[in-house]
């Protein structure tokens, strides 16, 4: 079935479309009922991580107070140490995948040559660069640690930008310029400015899998999809290239309404997704053709028979893309097409668990233990703010309660007549205060030594040393080694779990689309020695690779690296047995490199060089100079041959 005809059979109020929706709504559905337990969850977390308390209504009245007449006010505080916690093992983990240098690295899986694995990491660099990878791939490191999964997904994308210039040219007669008749014209151009995969993240919350398989094997289920906000110049491009339809129902609706019922947003979430209203209720946006703003809606994938679906004819299970609004209108639907036959998403889960459907997050785990610390310093700091406020038991017909009740220092408390003559502490008394959360600072340290243990974020991973006293090297590098181990292993989980199948769909969807034939610069420790620059063909990079999977350790310090080789070039003199097997200027060019000196090449002599240094030397002269200040005697001239000069 041609794209025409399926439009044609997708229009607004036909049969199918009707039945396309509700079938697309009943998958929303079904995620959206298993899914909507943890959104309430994963909002806590969020709030928990920007150490976030509502304002209670007293804490509001001391805020006022404090910026009306500048007194000083407690107020509740909330102790980030699950944020430190949580920034300290996404600091490991970029660190151990982001790293890299290439970022992507891989491995010929039948034997494929090194030329074509150097090429093709080199092309996945580029990407990286200039499609602005980086980004992405942070926040998708950092949200298991916030939601319990981090989804990111990734399509390939041709980017164009159209640039319109006014430029002088003569008129034409019979194709030829005539003289003297210049006149001013708009050009048009069409720049294409990056060709290759494109990563964008979606938010937890936003994400709909199939709640009938865990969430680490959500590929295998039949849906997954997301809500989506699409801009009105990507629907109008897309219409113009023939991706997107049904146009004109969708500038009629005013689908850009936040604030109507049933629609879901950001804020709200998609709580709301089954309550939508049907695509019959379009209210027409009087005054205008085309609403501004954006098309609210969800982008799911499917793996559905075309025959079942009234598709096609084909009866073999396929991936579609639909594209359907929050007022039920379908503006999207086509095959994938793409070699891999999985969806364009992949999934980081925080715990190791093949069997949830919804996991867990590292700040959910440690809330609890958090909460506690936070309880200890605040009934603290409330205990001494009771300590500083002195108490009194007064008489209030002895004593003159407004001197009583300044919060002035050094004030003086006046006595009525009927108590001159009497002991003052007959009327007013001082209580004794008591601070009983004198150990509380100290109990916050073990409350902080239990989330270490549960999380493997030690002192020494954040960068400090425990106190109490002098600590040895060994001491130091096991106390390390033990937190490093936890999250080794946590790592060596997001390389397979995430980064191997990621780096999979990245590897075969360059090669499907890829087809230009352009200059890239080489990547890799042997290419940073000599940085050179190769021509890149969709025949280059055939074959079969896979991710070169990372072992859950940090990446080696350069700088220590370094001085170890030049302790050992130190110790080369030695050994010329050793000296004469090595190439010492490559050793030195590679040293340089490690210690970060990205230069060497443009220091390298070449060959004309070398011999004008060593001319300039004296150590080598001219051939006809040389000839001039020897006396050779020519020998007689042997029969039958030439002359012997």
């Known amino acids: 079935m041609s794209s025409k005809e399926l439009q044609a059979k997708l229009r607004v109020g036909t049969p199918l479309h009707r039945k396309i929706v509700d079938s697309l709504r009943g998958r929303l559905k079904l995620s959206e009922q298993r899914m909507s337990d943890r959104y309430k969850i994963m909002a806590q977390n969020e709030e928990l991580y920007q150490a976030y308390i509502p304002e209670r209504d007293v804490d509001a009245l001391r805020r006022q107070d404090r910026e009306r007449t500048g007194t000083m006010h407690y107020r509740t505080v909330e102790i980030p140490y699950s944020y430190a916690v949580l920034m300290t093992m996404h600091t490991y983990y970029s660190s151990v995948f982001l790293a890299r240098s290439p970022m992507f690295q891989l491995t010929g899986r039948h034997g494929e040559g090194e030329q074509s694995r150097v090429a093709f990491e080199s092309l996945l660099q580029y990407q990286v660069l200039v499609g602005m990878m980086t980004l992405p791939m942070f926040v998708w490191l950092l949200d298991p640690g916030k939601y319990g999964y981090g989804v990111i997904g990734h399509n390939w994308e041709r980017q164009t930008v159209r640039v319109r210039r006014t430029v002088k040219k003569p008129r034409q007669f019979l194709g030829m310029d005539i003289p003297g008749t210049e006149q001013e014209v708009d050009e048009v151009n069409d720049v294409s400015t990056y060709e290759g995969n494109k990563v964008y993240n979606v938010r937890a919350q936003d994400f709909f899998p199939d709640p009938r398989v865990a969430l680490v094997h959500f590929q295998k289920g039949e849906f997954c999809g997301r809500y989506v906000e699409t801009p009105w110049s990507e629907i109008y491009s897309g219409q113009q290239s023939g991706r997107y339809f049904n ?19 950001r804020e709200t979430g998609s709580d709301k997704v089954t309550s939508l209203p049907n695509e019959d209720d379009v209210v027409v946006e009087s005054g205008y053709d085309v609403p501004v703003g954006q098309v609210k809606g969800h982008e799911l994938y499917i793996r559905l028979v075309p025959t079942e679906w009234e598709l096609g004819k084909d009866d073999q299970y396929e991936v579609w893309a639909f594209n359907i609004s929050t007022n039920g209108i379908i503006f999207g639907a086509e095959p994938l097409g793409e070699l891999n036959g999985k969806f364009p998403f992949d999934i980081l889960v925080d715990e190791i668990d093949g069997y949830t459907v919804a996991p867990r997050s590292t700040i959910e785990r440690i809330k609890p233990m958090n909460d506690v610390i936070s309880w200890l310093v605040n009934t603290h700091f409330y205990n001494v703010r009771a300590a500083l406020n ?169 700088f220590a690296q370094a001085n170890l080789w030049q302790m050992m070039m130190g110790q080369l003199r030695y050994y010329p047995q050793i000296l004469q097997k090595y190439d010492i200027a490559k050793i030195f060019a590679w040293v340089a490199n490690l210690a970060g000196i990205k230069n060497m090449a443009q220091f390298k002599i070449t060959p004309d060089a070398l011999m004008a240094q060593q001319v300039a030397s004296g150590n080598v002269v001219p051939i006809s100079s040389a000839m001039k200040d020897t006396n050779l005697n020519e020998p007689r001239q042997i029969p039958n041959v030439g002359p012997t000069a």
């Open 247 to 265: 146009y004109k129902a969708l500038s009629k609706s005013r689908t850009d309404k936040s604030q109507e019922g049933g629609v879901p947003t």
């Open 390 to 558: 002195d108490k009194f038991v007064a008489d209030p017909s002895m004593v003159v309660m407004k001197d009583l009740q300044s919060e002035e220092p050094g004030k003086i408390i006046r006595l009525k007549p009927q108590a001159y003559g009497k002991d003052v502490r007959t009327i007013v008394t001082q209580l004794t205060t008591v601070d009983v959360t004198q150990s509380h600072l100290k109990d916050i340290g073990l409350w902080q030594d239990f989330i270490q243990r549960v999380t493997g974020a030690n002192d020494t991973i954040m960068g400090m040393i425990n106190a109490g006293g002098r600590k040895t090297a060994t001491e130091v590098r096991s106390s390390t080694s033990f937190g490093v181990n936890r999250l080794k292993t946590q790592c060596e989980w997001f390389s397979c779990t995430g980064f191997a199948p990621f780096t999979q769909a990245l590897v075969q969807r360059t090669q499907q689309f890829y087809s230009s034939d352009k200059k890239y610069r080489l990547v890799g420790d042997i290419a940073a020695l000599n940085p050179t620059f190769a021509n890149i063909t969709p025949e280059q990079i055939a074959g079969f690779y896979d991710y070169e999977p990372v072992d859950g350790t940090l990446p080696v310090d350069r």
